[in-house]
Antibody, heavy 120, light 108 residues
Framework: QLQESGPGLVKPSETLSLTCIVS??????????WAWIRQPPGKGLEWIGY???????YSNASLKSRARMSVDTSKNQFSLNLTSVTAADTAVYYC??????????????WGQGILVTVSS | SFALTQPPSVSVSPGQTASITCSGD??????TSWYRQRPGQPPVLVMY???KRPSGIPDRFSGSSTGNTATLIISGTQAMDEADYYC???????????FGGGTTLTVL
C-alpha cells in the first residue's frame, strides 16, 4: 500500500513537498521503482518521474528540472519536491509503484492521491 | 515527440463489446499498459505488456497491439465498466513514460 501526505495548499513560486509511505513491502526492491504521477482537475494523467531505492531517477523533461525526488529507505518512504510552482501545478498527486522491465513499465499499485492547490 | 492519442469517448450497450484504441508512432513495437479510473478513485492497472491481465482483472478484458495502434477490448460490458481508461507506454527517445489523453467509456 502507498499513502501520500503533504500540504493541500501551496503559494505560487514556493516549493510543493509530498511524501509517500510504502507499507506491506520494502522500498528496497531490486526490481521496482517508485513513481509520482499527477492529474489536474478534470484532465488526464501526467508522469512526473520515478526513483529507485539507490537514488537513481527518471523524470519528465517537460518539468524542466523543477521536480526533485528522494528516497528514505530507513523510513520506507520517498518524496517529491516541485519548485517554483504556479497555478498550472494544481493537481491530484499520486504515488505509485512502477514494475516491469526498463522498456515496459507499468504502475500496479497507487496511493489514493492528494489534491494540491497552488494559490495565494 | 512521442504522443499517444485516444478517442475522447466510446459508448457501448450492456453485454456488447467495447474497443478502446490508443495510437502512437510504431506503438506496436513498444509495450502498452491500460488503466481504468472511476470517479474520485486512483487508476487501476487492467492490462500490461499489451495483453497481460493483472490478477483480479476479469478475463472479459483483453488487449492487442499492432502497427501504430493498441486496443483494449472489453467483452460483455457491464455497468461497472463505466470509467475513464488511459493507455500508457514508454518513449525510448526521451526515456519517459507517456500517457494517452484518456477515453470515457459510457455503458448505455
Amino acid at each position: 500500500q502507498l499513502q501520500e501526505s503533504g500540504p493541500g495548499l501551496v503559494k505560487p513560486s514556493e516549493t510543493l513537498s509530498l511524501t509517500c509511505i510504502v507499507s506491506g513491502g520494502s522500498i528496497n526492491s531490486s526490481t521496482d521503482y517508485w513513481a509520482w504521477i499527477r492529474q489536474p482537475p478534470g484532465k488526464g494523467l501526467e508522469w512526473i518521474g520515478y526513483i529507485f531505492y539507490s537514488g537513481s531517477t527518471y523524470s519528465n523533461a517537460s518539468l524542466k528540472s523543477r521536480a526533485r525526488m528522494s528516497v528514505d529507505t530507513s523510513k520506507n518512504q520517498f518524496s517529491l519536491n516541485l519548485t517554483s510552482v504556479t497555478a498550472a501545478d494544481t493537481a491530484v498527486y499520486y504515488c505509485a509503484r512502477r514494475v516491469g522491465d526498463f522498456n515496459r513499465p507499468s504502475f500496479d499499485s497507487w496511493g489514493q492521491g492528494i489534491l494540491v492547490t497552488v494559490s495565494s | 515527440s512521442f504522443a499517444l492519442t485516444q478517442p475522447p469517448s466510446v459508448s457501448v450497450s450492456p453485454g456488447q463489446t467495447a474497443s478502446i484504441t490508443c495510437s502512437g508512432d510504431k506503438l506496436g513495437n513498444k509495450y502498452t499498459s491500460w488503466y481504468r479510473q472511476r470517479p474520485g478513485q486512483p487508476p487501476v492497472l487492467v492490462m500490461y505488456e499489451d495483453r497481460k491481465r493483472p490478477s483480479g482483472i476479469p478475463d472479459r478484458f483483453s488487449g492487442s497491439s499492432t502497427g501504430n495502434t493498441a486496443t483494449l477490448i472489453i467483452s460483455g460490458t457491464q455497468a461497472m465498466d463505466e470509467a475513464d481508461y488511459y493507455c500508457q507506454s514508454w518513449d525510448f527517445s526521451t526515456s519517459s513514460v507517456v500517457f494517452g489523453g484518456g477515453t470515457t467509456l459510457t455503458v448505455l
